[in-house]
């Protein structure tokens, strides 16, 4: 399974008088990395979200808000501070007392201190169905938020496959290449040799012996066998249900070992020009996969 790391998601639920809206966005990060926003009164739930948000997600940046609204109006959500109100007037009483002031004390005095009016707070079955909207609607937004990520998830997964291909290709050309080189080698040494020396201070034993050294510098064989297999496995691994970001991020960095090597063992500039265009592909890869979970 192919997934990005990347999308937004929206969620609603209402019950009760309230209705919570969830709004999730996700960016690429080796890790899962949890960011929220939410209001005072789910502010105790902050534990409970990040677990259902790891449930359903393994990696990624995640920035989560949450907003609470109540759809039946039941006057203003605000109260006042009795003992406050008691007080600054039995002070207001004082020094008018004192400073022999006839005028009554009256409400627009008292309302000039501060702290006389305060939110009301929810009781706890009202909290109760802040949370049970809240949860309802983080599911919902993470459900749309992973509908969003499959889908590009489906359309990275075909760009891999096709860069994947690519590469593999380019690996039966290269094959191909590389089982003439150790005759054309053989020959070219011998040949040169001869021009250098003459035949009676040549050691056949000895001259097959260094050729046979320099082949096998050369060979590329077991690299190939190694690169192939690690095309198949990069493929088998889109069947995955599990995320693979990682498994598909290591196989990339054995992949570019394996096509280094070739490069630097080959020492010939036809298969050099086939390595250059695998690792242009492989480019490619590594950076979408950066972007899968």
Same mark, same amino acid.
């Given at each position: 399974m192919i997934r990005s790391m990347t999308g937004f998601g929206r969620g609603e639920y209402s019950s009760n008088g309230f209705q919570v809206t969830i709004e999730v966005k996700t960016l690429n990060s080796r890790y899962l990395d949890i960011s929220s926003r939410m209001p005072q009164t789910i502010q105790q739930h902050e534990f409970d979200i990040k677990e259902i948000i790891q449930k359903k997600l393994s990696r990624g940046k995640v920035h989560l808000s949450v907003n609470v609204e109540k759809t039946v109006k039941t006057g203003p959500n605000i109260t006042y501070n009795e003992e406050?109100?008691?007080?600054?007037?039995?002070?207001?009483?004082?020094?008018?007392?004192?400073?022999?002031?006839?005028?009554?004390?009256? #409400?627009?005095?008292?309302?000039?201190? !501060?702290? /006389?009016?305060?939110?009301?707070? @929810?009781? &706890?079955?009202? %909290?109760?169905?802040?949370?049970?909207?809240?949860?309802?609607?983080?599911?919902?937004?993470?459900?749309s938020l992973n509908e969003m990520r499959d889908k590009e998830g489906e359309e990275l997964k075909n760009d891999l496959q096709n860069q994947i291909s690519g590469i593999a290709e380019i690996v039966k050309a290269v094959?191909?290449?590389?089982?003439?080189?150790?005759?054309?080698?053989?020959?070219?040494?011998?040949?040169? #040799?001869?021009?250098?020396?003459?035949? !009676?201070? /040549?050691?056949?034993?000895?001259? @097959?012996? &260094?050729?046979? %050294?320099?082949?096998?510098?050369?060979?590329?064989?077991?690299?190939?066998?190694?690169?192939?297999?690690?095309?198949?496995?990069?493929?088998?691994?889109?069947?995955?249900?599990?995320?693979?970001?990682?498994?598909?991020?290591?196989?990339?960095?054995?992949?570019?070992?394996?096509?280094?090597?070739?490069?630097?063992?080959?020492?010939?500039?036809?298969?050099?020009?086939?390595?250059?265009?695998?690792?242009?592909?492989?480019?490619?890869?590594?950076?979408?996969v950066q972007n899968v979970e």
């Open positions: 406050l109100v008691k007080s600054y007037g039995k002070i207001l009483e004082q020094i008018k007392f004192l400073a022999n002031i006839q005028e009554p004390v009256q #409400i627009r005095d008292i309302l000039h201190f !501060d702290g /006389i009016f305060k939110s009301k707070e @929810e009781d &706890e079955e009202e %909290l109760k169905f802040i949370w049970e909207c809240t949860s309802k609607a983080i599911d919902k937004a993470l459900d094959e191909k290449l590389s089982e003439n080189r150790v005759p054309e080698v053989r020959e070219k040494l011998q040949n040169r #040799i001869k021009s250098m020396i003459s035949d !009676d201070q /040549i050691d056949p034993e000895r001259l @097959e012996l &260094e050729i046979a %050294l320099i082949a096998d510098k050369m060979d590329i064989n077991e690299e190939i066998i190694r690169l192939n297999s690690h095309l198949k496995f990069f493929i088998e691994a889109f069947k995955s249900d599990t995320p693979v970001g990682r498994r598909l991020n290591f196989l990339s960095q054995e992949i570019n070992r394996e096509l280094n090597t070739i490069g630097s063992k080959a020492n010939d500039s036809t298969i050099s020009q086939h390595i250059v265009l695998g690792k242009e592909k492989l480019e490619q890869i590594r950076e979408q």
